[in-house]
Structures are given as C-alpha cells and as structure tokens.
C-alpha cells in the first residue's frame, strides 16, 4: 500500500469538506488598494489583531453611526423593544 503525500491528503480532506466549508463560512474575495492594504496588514500585526477582528469592529462601528440617525436601529441594538405605535415597521405602512 502506497502511502499519501500529506498535500494529497489535504486536497482529498478539502475536496471532501467544500460543501461544509461554503455553508458555515463567506469569502467576499474583494480588493482594494495595495499600498492601503499594506497599512493595514502592518497595523494588524502591530498590534496583534486579526482581520476578523477588523471587520467585527468596523461593523460595529457603522452599526454605530447608523443608530445616530435611525431611532428604531438604535433601540434593536440596545435590546429595547417596547415601539410606540409610530415607530414600528407595521405602522409605516
């Protein structure tokens, strides 16, 4: 019996897992420029920080920015939901 590269071991695992892998996880696969990416990846690695991690907190920090101007966000993100009737989605309508 012919033993496996570790490589084709690897592809063999990852061919078989594709699916699991696409469901649980999104790869946006975008770009941006190198010279600003460079910062950032220098920045990262400063301080220790990952690119999750990047991305958790700038989301947080538009969800932030979108409460200042939207009453209704602000309260879901809070934890509050006691609408008056103005305010929900249903009375809009």
């Known amino acids: 019996m012919e ?3 570790r490589a084709e071991k690897d592809k063999r695992y990852e061919e ?3 699916a ?7 790869s946006w696969g975008t770009s ?3 010279e600003t990416a460079e910062e950032i990846n220098a920045f990262l690695k400063k301080y220790g920080f990952t690119k999750i991690q990047l991305i958790e907190a700038g989301y ?3 969800q932030d920015e979108a409460a200042e101007h939207d009453t209704s966000l602000t309260k ?3 934890g509050y939901d006691d609408f008056f009737g103005f ?3 249903k009375s809009k309508k």
């Open 87 to 89: 305010e929900s989605d």
């Open 20 to 26: 699991e892998r696409k469901a649980k996880c999104l």
């Open 60 to 62: 947080k920090a538009l």
């Open 16 to 18: 078989n897992h594709k």
């Open 3 to 5: 033993k496996k590269s």
């Open 76 to 78: 879901l993100m809070d």
């Open 32 to 34: 941006m420029p190198r």
